[in-house]
């Protein structure tokens, strides 16, 4: 009877062993990762800047007859800039295209992951093109309008996966919205524009970060 009862103690005992020590373990796990995330809103993470550098067209189409739609294929620069000195930013794969009027006139290129680090900048210059891209008739009513003005409003967007990094700790995803307008000048439409086409920003780019 006595051995059962020891047996019975000693069983109890390294219960409660093994139930204290996961609950340190846990305990331990969840105040390093509090730890860090206090350090990490102490450290404040500004968002990375965005300027368009460059807008160049090489070729731009616009069907007169229904189904409207448009033939383009240019190459923009954007440039980021990170603004924290203890705060990385590693960029998931971006997407990068054009729009005109909020609809898409480009195939979305996809930027390879990046890692930024502190104050440091990024340059990227992807081609973008767009073959028989569909557009509504508003859209084309427009676009014909600013096409005898001898100016297009575009714009250039940019939306992905941002994570932050803090020496070995990496956040959660964030995403990534990057707006960037440019107006798109083509010079004598008389004698058919010219072949190569610069655009010119118009102001930096608006920058969003949500969870």
């Known amino acids: 009877m006595s051995e059962k009862i020891a047996n019975v103690n000693v ?9 204290w020590f996961a609950w340190g373990t846990g305990g331990l796990i969840v105040f390093i990762g509090l730890l860090v995330f206090v350090v990490f809103l102490v450290l404040h993470p500004s968002k990375p800047s965005f300027n368009l550098e460059d807008v160049t067209v090489y070729q731009f189409n616009v ?20 603004p924290n000195s203890r705060i990385g930013v590693e ?11 909020d609809q898409q006139i480009t195939m979305a290129y996809l930027l390879p992951p990046t890692y930024q680090g502190h104050k440091e900048p990024v340059v990227w210059s ?3 093109t767009g073959y028989d891209m569909p557009i509504s008739p508003y859209s084309q009513q427009s676009l014909d309008q600013d096409w005898h003005a001898g100016v297009i409003l575009m714009n250039i967007k940019l939306q992905g996966d941002v994570k932050w990094k803090v020496g070995t700790w990496i956040s959660p995803k964030y995403h990534l919205y990057v707006h960037c307008p440019a107006n798109i000048r083509f010079g004598d439409l008389n004698n058919g524009g010219p072949n190569l086409i610069k655009g010119q920003p118009v102001d930096h780019c608006d920058v969003e970060i949500a969870s």
């Open 63 to 82: 069907s007169k007859v229904p189904p409207y739609a448009i033939t383009i294929i240019m190459q923009v620069t954007l440039s980021s800039r990170n």
């Open 11 to 19: 069983g109890c005992i390294s219960s409660r062993k093994l139930k």
């Open 91 to 101: 960029y998931q794969p971006l997407h990068v295209y054009a729009t005109y009027r």
């Open 126 to 128: 992807p081609p973008l």
